[in-house]
Structure formats: structure tokens, C-alpha cells
């Protein structure tokens, strides 16, 4: 069982064989990619991965993602994006991917759409219930629960659960975030700070995790 639950959750396509699954041009999905609506893995500037899980949760939600990134839109300032773009060119998606697998990115991502949501800052707690974690991922309460301590372990994150008749879980990304490459590596067009003006990183939401 956990074989095959393994094999499930780390299969993945590329973007021409995600985009013939999903009936799709290539470029729309590339798009779709870039701008959350699709969950994949960037491991290099050009390329993508997209699993399996990804695929099947947009089929079964695209609806549903697309109406709650509308609504996510409009509680993020506008120097913010709902997922800073240097984190995909910063090499942490392909490290974590391949070093404990594709679930680990795909929760590390989305909790950090989550921070960039509920939080002005980094750096605070937030609160979200891992049963609704668990639904937006489709990975297993056992593999959530085992990536979750991964993550802690390797400080990228920190969580406690409040136990009650509604257990809730508080969860605060641990900064500066550690990245294979520094965000000030990263040249300006993929969303770092090198080349641009110090007017233009201060008191912007650009080195949130940093």
C-alpha cells in the first residue's frame, strides 16, 4: 500500500504530456503554471514537472481554485504576489522534490500562498485547520503529517496544534527562509533583488522571507 501510494504521489509528466491530459495548449498551461492555478515543480527556468495529484486536482477544482484566487487577489497589497516568483529560481522547489519528494514542495508551496494570505508580514502564526491542508493537497493525513515534520526539522517551517473539539493548527514559515540560491542572486525579472535600486526593495514585499 504505501508502494503504490509513493509511486502516486512522485509520478510526473512534463508539460507536454500534463497539457494532452488535460486537453490543453501547452503555453495555457505554462501560464496556468505561473500563476498558481495548476500546482507543478519548477526544477530549472524552462522546466516543469507537474505530478499526477496536481493534474487530478485541477480537473476536480479548477472552479473552485480559480474563484478562491480571485478572492486571494484582493487581500494581498499590491507589492505582493500570492507566491513570490523568485522562490521558484531560487532551486528550494527542485531541492525539496528531490531530496524527499514532490509532496514535500507541494506543501511547502502551499503554505506559503497560505502565509502570503493571512499575514502582513513572515515571520508570524497563522492558523489553518490540517484537515482543510489535507483536502487541498490530496495527500494522505499520514504523508501530510510525515512531510510536516520534514519541514520542521529542516526549519523551513514551525507548527503546533491546538487539540479541542476543533483542533486547530498554528503554522509560521521559519526566516530567512533557506534557499539553495540567496534572493539577491536572483536577477530582478525572475523577481529577485539584483538590479534593482534600493528604493526598490524597501518596504516592499520582495524580501518577505528573507
Known amino acids: 500500500m504505501k508502494n503504490k501510494e509513493k509511486d502516486h504521489i512522485e509520478k510526473l509528466f512534463t508539460v507536454d504530456e500534463a497539457a494532452a491530459r488535460l486537453q490543453m495548449n501547452s503555453e495555457v498551461l505554462r501560464r496556468?503554471?505561473?500563476a498558481g492555478l495548476i500546482f507543478g515543480v519548477k526544477l530549472t527556468p524552462k522546466m516543469w514537472k507537474i505530478p499526477e495529484s496536481g493534474i487530478v486536482d485541477y480537473i476536480n477544482h479548477a472552479d473552485n481554485l480559480s474563484k478562491h484566487c480571485a478572492v486571494a487577489e484582493t487581500?494581498?497589497?499590491e507589492n505582493c504576489s500570492r507566491f513570490p516568483r523568485w522562490i521558484e529560481y531560487s532551486g528550494l522547489p527542485g531541492y525539496l522534490s528531490q531530496k524527499y519528494g514532490v509532496a514535500t514542495w507541494l506543501v511547502m508551496k502551499k503554505?506559503?500562498?497560505?502565509?502570503?494570505?493571512?499575514n502582513e508580514t513572515a515571520g508570524v502564526f497563522f492558523e489553518f485547520r490540517i484537515d482543510e491542508l489535507h483536502e487541498i493537497t490530496g495527500l494522505t493525513r499520514q504523508t501530510l503529517h510525515k512531510v510536516l515534520l520534514i519541514l520542521k526539522k529542516e526549519k523551513y517551517i514551525d507548527f503546533l496544534t491546538i487539540k479541542g473539539k476543533n483542533s486547530i493548527t498554528k503554522f509560521k514559515i521559519l526566516t530567512p527562509m533557506k534557499t539553495p540560491r540567496s534572493i539577491y542572486e536572483i536577477p530582478a525579472e525572475h523577481g529577485g533583488v539584483k538590479g534593482r535600486?534600493?528604493?526598490?526593495?524597501?518596504?516592499t514585499c520582495i524580501t518577505r522571507f528573507f
Not at 503554505?111 to 493571512?118: A, G, P, Q, S, V
Open 32 to 34: 496556468k503554471l505561473r
Open 75 to 77: 487581500k494581498i497589497s
Open 111 to 118: 503554505i506559503i500562498e497560505l502565509d502570503c494570505l493571512e
Open 197 to 203: 535600486l534600493k528604493t526598490e526593495v524597501i518596504g
